[in-house]
């Protein structure tokens, strides 16, 4: 539940160093990667690249030997049956397209962390250790794609693979180093646990997490009975400080809070995991809700089971890029088959 | 730093992607919108940073026992400190009128301004979280920060008052002009608030210097001393001090608190050039700062 807590800054931190450093072991070569979805997709479905683009980032990826997947029988060929396959609503109206999404960090670093095995390994340009640089972390990679209404779109990947990087910056909250993002509406992330303050009353946060959704003070009002009743919360506890909840007290009311609005574009992060079961089921049957009223949802969760059970197209990123798009049990499959899998 | 020129949404958009997105009626996110429409949408989200404000003034002594007690026995306890250094222990004769009371209203003031400077300046960084979750004009976490910081100084004008009132001062209609003066001095520190808000987000080392450059500020802008008495002969310097904005704003308060110090023989002399300063100080901070701020719009939330 990373986008929940106050300081999502800590997942970043873990994208930084599984991108920027890369020694994790058996990184170091380029991964077979399944297809280019961008670059074979039909035009429907994804925005292509301008070819006269300056950029050539995504061009490694395109073709790049597809052997293991070819050995588990998803080659490039049975990519486009994969598309076609995906179980959605009508796909007429996009919500949001991406294209091109890049995005960077500037990290300032001092010796060895900022030097590094990369430096030596590619031979770049030798680094006093004592100095502090400015290094550029490369979370994004060039990632396009277009997501339509009805859509609920699992992202999948490692830790540090930029998935939460990738939903605030199509969420426009990060700016892109590159490329760009159209959507319908401001995209919201269900990350509205940034504005509350555990000193304050649940009371009060309510009111506080619904003026920074970007409610008026009479819709606030207005909403505040059934945030409070989807969230569950005995009364009493309204009245006591969000320090004094557990976890999955806190949880619920943020997700409560964020689910209150009804967005056209949502992302979660994380967020199915908290709670017991019976306000996950909830929250499940708040999302397909959500889903249904015509928008798009976007989940980033490392817990398959709850992707499986709400999406209906699935994302696989690697590494600051796009590996797999389509339905979720191919997807799911092959990312479980890789030896990126889940861990 | 190279990210410091402010980016247009069009980055790198491929004329494909634009023409697809203006067909269904997406628009493009990050960027700035024009100045007209900021201010609308930072006004129509007034009520967020009113809220904002409010909760966190409560919520930083909600934990203490005394809980918002500390908010006037903080001053209190600050008076008390300086009281004592300054009029005890480095105490000298050529001190104005009042002492306890001139330095009360010259501390409490000038807290008003530090906190609104470092705090601000720390609004971005410091909320981070929010500016990478939530859609809204960042402007609004400066200026919840000065709002905080009034809400504060509300506090402690009163303990302001009691002292004063202690010292033997009456109250007389003049103590109403402390609200036209720190109405202006809350736009110049708005002002200041946002530029260093903005410049902290290009270089986080400015909040290493924030302490100096306050702790400079107080021994420059007449806390504990009358500048036009100390530095009477210093020609250009002695101008440049009393051209100081915090040493307009001080002066007003407390010629507005401090009957025996009024008039240029007593000490402080106000003119409608004192007032015009105070007005020019505040509105082209504030319009400058605001403008500085809003043009980096896009690029908060990436360092």
Same mark, same amino acid.
């Given at each position: ?8 800054r ?6 930084y ?13 380029p991964?077979?990667t399944l297809?280019d ?6 035009a ?7 070819p006269e683009?300056?950029?050539p ?33 009508p ?14 960090y ?12 990369n430096?030596?390994k ?12 400015a ?8 990632i ?9 779109i ?22 892109p ?9 401001n ?29 008026s ?39 409560s809070?964020?689910?209150?609005v ?18 996950q ?23 398959l ?16 890029k796009?590996?797999?798009d389509?339905?979720?049990?191919e ?11 889940p861990? | ?38 201010l ?29 007690g500390?908010v006037i026995?903080?001053?209190l ?14 105490s ?22 530090s ?7 720390k ?14 004009p ?5 200026l ?11 506090a ?8 004063? #009132? !202690?010292? +033997? ?8 002009? =402390?609200?036209? &003066?720190?109405?202006l001095? /809350? ?8 530029l260093?808000?903005?410049l ?9 210097l ?14 504990f ?8 002969d ?11 904005p ?8 407390r010629?507005? #608190? !401090?009957? +025996? ?5 007593n000490?402080?002399? =106000?003119?409608? &050039?004192?007032?015009?300063? /105070? ?5 082209v901070l ?15 939330g990436?360092?």
């Amino acid at each position: 539940m990373t986008e929940q807590t106050p300081f999502p800054r800590g997942s970043v931190a873990t994208g930084y160093n599984g991108e920027g450093v890369e020694n994790a072991p058996g990184q170091d070569a380029p991964k077979p990667t399944l297809a280019d979805p961008v670059g074979s997709a039909p035009a429907a479905w994804a925005t292509e690249p301008e070819p006269e683009q300056p950029e050539p980032a995504p061009a490694p990826v395109k073709k790049a030997p597809a052997k293991k997947a070819a050995k588990k029988g998803v080659g490039p060929s049975g990519l486009k049956k994969i598309k076609t396959r995906v179980p959605a609503g009508p796909r007429e109206r996009p919500t949001v397209i991406v294209d091109n999404l890049h995005i960077t960090y500037k990290v300032w670093a001092t010796g060895k962390a900022a030097s590094g095995r990369n430096s030596e390994k590619k031979g770049l340009l030798a680094r006093t250790p004592a100095l502090r640089r400015a290094r550029e972390v490369h979370a994004v990679r060039g990632i396009s794609f277009t997501a339509y209404e009805g859509d609920a779109i699992g992202v999948v990947g490692t830790n540090g693979s930029g998935k939460s990087t990738l939903l605030q910056g199509v969420a426009g909250l990060v700016p892109p180093a590159r490329g760009s993002i159209f959507s319908l509406g401001n995209p919201t992330l269900l990350g509205v646990g940034a504005a509350l303050m555990n000193e304050l009353s649940g009371e009060r946060n309510v009111i506080l997490g619904g003026l920074a959704l970007g409610l008026s003070m009479e819709e606030v009002r207005a909403k505040y009975d059934s945030i409070v009743e989807f969230s569950g919360l005995e009364p009493e506890f309204l009245d006591l400080p969000m320090r004094t909840y557990s976890q999955g007290m806190a949880a619920r009311l943020r997700f409560s809070i964020a689910a209150s609005v009804s967005h056209q574009v949502l992302m979660i992060d994380e967020a199915l995991s908290v709670g017991d079961r019976q306000f996950q089921q909830r929250s499940e049957a708040r999302i397909r809700e959500l889903r249904e009223s015509a928008g798009t949802v976007f989940l980033v969760s490392h817990a398959l089971p709850a992707i499986t059970k709400t999406c209906n197209r699935v994302l696989w990123i690697h590494k600051g890029k796009l590996i797999m798009d389509g339905g979720v049990d191919e997807v799911i499959q092959a990312y479980t088959d890789s030896e990126n899998g889940p861990e | 730093m190279t990210s410091i020129l402010p980016i247009r949404p069009e980055t790198g958009a491929s004329q494909r992607a634009a023409a697809r997105a203006a067909q269904y009626g997406l628009v493009q996110l990050g960027g700035r919108p024009p100045l007209g429409a900021y201010l609308k949408e930072l006004w129509s989200r007034r009520h967020l940073t009113w809220e904002f404000a409010k909760s966190r003034f409560r919520a930083q002594n909600e934990a203490n026992r005394l809980g918002m007690g500390w908010v006037i026995l903080n001053p209190l306890i600050q008076a008390a400190v300086y009281g004592l250094v300054f009029s005890v222990i480095m105490s000298n004769d050529s001190r104005p009128d009042n002492y306890p009371a001139f330095l009360v209203v010259g501390v409490f003031t000038f807290t008003f301004f530090s906190g609104c400077f470092s705090d601000g300046a720390k609004s971005l960084i410091s909320n981070r979280g929010m500016v990478r979750a939530l859609h809204f004009p960042r402007a609004v976490l400066p200026l919840a920060t000065v709002i905080q910081k009034a809400l504060e100084l509300c506090a402690m004008v009163l303990v302001m008052m009691v002292i004063v #009132m !202690l010292t +033997g001062e009456a109250p007389d209609i003049d103590w109403l002009m =402390i609200v036209p &003066a720190y109405a202006l001095m /809350a736009l110049f520190c708005a002002g200041v608030a946002f530029l260093a808000a903005r410049l902290t987000v290009h270089m986080r080392d400015i909040t290493q210097l924030i302490p100096f450059v306050t702790r400079l500020f107080f021994y420059l802008s007449g806390i504990f001393y009358i500048i036009g008495d100390r530095f009477q002969d210093e020609g250009i310097l002695g101008t440049l001090l009393e051209l100081n904005p915090l040493n307009v704003y001080i002066s007003l308060i407390r010629y507005a #608190m !401090l009957d +025996g110090l009024r008039g240029a023989e007593n000490g402080i002399e =106000i003119t409608a &050039a004192t007032w015009a300063l /105070a007005g020019g100080y505040g509105v082209v901070l504030f319009v400058v700062g605001f403008i500085f701020f809003w043009r980096a719009e896009g690029l908060y939330g990436r360092d």
